[in-house]
Nanobody, 124 residues
């Protein structure tokens, strides 16, 4: 059974940091590109970052560029999202997702497997 599990969310103050983890079971993540998405109440799910199997040129959404870093540890079958300089507008449920290939990293339709999400709340 394929499972993606996010962890590391929580409540943090403005300017703080968090590191989210996306751990996989039943799925060798080194064969998949991994995307991080987020969804705030009443808003569409937004692509935040994506890392390919080769780790060449991770992609970031404009709203997080320079503050978030995506990385992967294939030995641990885990992908991370390091989030620095957090703002209240970063508050959302964060999801990781896996795809064997993509053309538009921010399109939810590109991804085959999804985690259940982890809540990130940034207080002002």
């Amino acid at each position: 059974q394929v499972r993606l599990m996010e962890s590391g969310g929580g409540l943090v103050q403005f300017g703080g940091s968090l590191r989210l983890s996306c751990a996989a079971s039943g799925l060798p993540l080194d064969n998949y590109a991994i995307g991080w998405f987020r969804q705030a109440p009443g808003k569409d799910r937004e692509g935040v970052a994506c890392i390919s199997t080769s780790e060449v040129r991770p992609i970031y959404g404009n709203s997080v560029k320079g503050r978030f870093t995506i990385s992967r540890d294939n030995a641990k079958n885990t992908v991370y999202l390091r989030m620095n300089s957090l703002k209240p507008e970063d508050t959302a449920v964060y999801y990781c997702a896996a795809t064997e290939d993509y053309t538009d990293y921010a399109s939810t339709y590109e991804y085959d497997y999804w985690g259940q999400g982890t809540q990130v709340t940034v207080s002002s």
